[in-house]
């Protein structure tokens, strides 16, 4: 297999963007990564999306996105696992490459879901769950954490202050990022005081719903070094399953699925995961942030909360955690997300992130871990700079 | 890259399936293909699947399919370009073999559309359509293909009885396959007195809504000779986009994207359309088949119909084409439809074929054509004989 890199990216606005279509934000964010890029064409291209039927009514994304790029006839394909859409076209567009088919190919995430009203918001999201043993019970994501949550207290002892130290963390980063959807610092009490939306989940420990795009140029070492921009390499890619519904699992304070997808990008990568300098993670709840490094192996479980409490998984600490401000801060278009994960570790690696957001000590190594769901699916890459 | 094979083949009960679920249905199809390849083990699988979200409020498929296949834990991903999805799933699964990452995968393909009433299938299926421009305004599928079925008409003098022909002709073959939704034989008086369902096509000029799923294992020729059982190779793979608005095409009578993707994959195999010694193409309406069979460049642009006329694409003809019944007799669930075309493929060339549908004189080379929507897309396979 070939050697695969990243060789430019982009990111449309994101926000409650009330005056542009999924169509808009997907162009907008595409050109802006071909742009960077510098390439002059591309071989095909995979987008992530969750759920452009539920949201826009609008299916069949090959034909429609690469029509209002300007490139029609392009070979697309959308791809879906809910909340990891985006990292899994990350991955189907290095396995394209590698497999010697194509030299550059675009993987985007879009997601557009505004344009329904809360409770249809619910309900789209909600079919990342069990529809017929969760979903019609009554169960929404939010619901869902929160009894993962409990369990997790009831069995590590982790605290309020814990969970909210992330919204925290990520807010704060999340602060310096200009395409940030809420780039504004939080404090704890304000966490701890914001209105409940699911005991113990506050608003302030959920990720927002966004209408948003990214985009990231993949491109063969050859074309690469030709471009002659900063690139980075993706040494390995792991994907995983687990049962969609969270009775049916084995433990529910671990996300099985995410330690097999990071197993198996680790051993791809030849790396352990105490070589990882930063990583960004599936923070849709200050919980999932502090399951999926304990799951990832990166802490012992039960352990990751005293040591984000400690400053650990700060811009500063021994492994930063989403520099970017994470899905909480920057917000969480569902399909889009496990894309800009990757545009974060690009500007990282590179040294391009913006203001105070760059991580001292000029990191080499990175991971990206993108969740499905409640972690029925996750989707993990390793990438070094070049 | 190496050569991928297709090893073995497995379909669900495809019909109005009341009693069984989309998850039910898949699983049927994976496991029968599984055991007809008898391997132990998938690396990996990708489905095919439209739109699960607006049919049955599910996504995120690679979870829940994996799960009720009994194999938790499995790296899945669904793909989506529309009716083409099933043709991308085959695809994603061959660039991951040929790349050298997996060994043993399977492609699958699965809608369940019966779970709604007809204005909601309805309303999903034209989201097959672009959403902004055409179903907003009213446009539904039958209303589509009707307007190119006009203007087929009007540039080349196709007639009622050119259109006739093909449902007449796949019906005969369908009434041969145990598979198919609607096993019987229709008359030519039969189509063109069924009921007008947007002029000028009648209801038999319509492939059917149906529950279905449809599975191959697709594996690295080493694996396909260990397995000890008769096997074909995908000797080429092609998939091209056009817009998807009908009013934007550069001409409405043709389906580039379908020009396109058999391009790409007569490339890829080394061969000419006329090597090509039967095909499974995408018959959602009777003028599909027409406009297709010209799109590839098997026929000149007006010609096919009177082709047909003179039994040309008859099981006995120079060019079988649909010997399953087609989508028109063997059903149409639309994200399971390539794949099932790859079935009826394989049990051609292994000589494996149902009663009387077996094609004579023992071909060794075909050609599969999916189709997205009006065609928006389209991904085309050419498959030899091992």
Redesign the interface.
């Known amino acids: 297999?070939r050697t695969v890199c990243i060789v430019g990216v982009g990111m449309s606005k994101w926000g409650e963007v009330w005056r542009m279509?999924l169509?808009d934000l997907h162009t907008q964010a595409a050109l802006n990564a071909v742009k960077a890029a510098g390439v002059d064409h591309l071989d095909?291209m995979y987008v992530g999306c969750?759920?452009s039927?539920?949201f826009?009514?609008?299916?069949?994304?090959?034909?429609?996105l690469?029509?209002y790029m300007g490139m029609?006839?392009?070979?697309?394909?959308?791809?879906?696992?809910?909340c990891a859409s985006g990292g899994?076209a990350v991955?189907?567009a290095f396995?394209?490459i590698?497999?010697?088919?194509s030299d550059i190919v675009m993987a985007s995430g879009v997601e557009k879901m505004t344009d329904v009203d809360g409770d249809e918001a619910t309900?789209?999201l909600a079919?990342?769950?069990?529809?017929?043993y969760e979903?019609f019970h009554g169960a929404t994501f939010p619901g869902l954490y929160a009894m993962m949550a409990v369990a997790h207290m009831e069995k590590y002892g982790t605290t309020r202050d814990m969970l909210s130290t992330v919204a925290v963390k990520n807010h704060n980063n999340g602060s310096m990022n200009p395409d940030a959807q809420y780039p504004f610092k939080i404090s704890m009490e304000q966490v701890a005081n914001s209105v409940m939306i699911a005991d113990p989940l506050h608003i302030l420990d959920c990720s927002p719903i966004t209408d948003g795009a990214a985009a990231v140029i993949l491109a063969s070492e050859d074309v690469a070094k030709k471009l002659g921009k900063p690139y980075i390499k993706i040494l390995g890619t792991?994907?995983?399953?687990?049962?969609?519904?969270l009775a049916?699992r084995e433990d529910m304070t671990t996300i099985?699925?995410a330690t097999?997808a990071a197993g198996?990008a680790l051993d791809m990568a030849g790396k352990k995961i105490d070589d990882i300098q930063f990583a960004e993670v599936h923070d849709c709840f200050t919980i999932a942030e502090i399951m999926v490094v304990e799951s990832i192996g990166k802490y012992v479980p039960g352990k990751a909360g005293e040591a984000f409490l400690a400053g650990e998984s700060a811009l500063d600490g021994a492994f930063p955690i989403n520099s970017s401000g994470g899905l909480k801060s920057k917000g969480h278009p569902v399909g889009a997300t496990g894309v800009a994960q990757m545009v974060e570790v690009y500007k990282q690696l590179t040294g391009q992130a913006e203001k105070g957001r760059q991580i001292p000590g000029a990191p080499k190594l990175a991971m990206t871990q993108n969740m499905?769901?409640s972690g029925?699916?996750s989707v993990v890459h390793v990438l070094e700079v070049a």
Chains 1, 2 share one sequence.
């Open positions: 297999m279509s169509r095909s969750m759920s039927g539920l826009v009514g609008q299916e069949h994304l090959a034909s429609v690469t029509d029609r006839g392009l070979a697309a394909t959308r791809v879906e696992s809910a899994l991955r189907s396995i394209e590698a497999s010697g088919m309900y789209a079919t990342a769950a069990d529809q017929e979903v792991g994907t995983g399953t687990d049962t969609i519904q049916q099985k699925a097999i198996k499905g769901g029925g699916s």
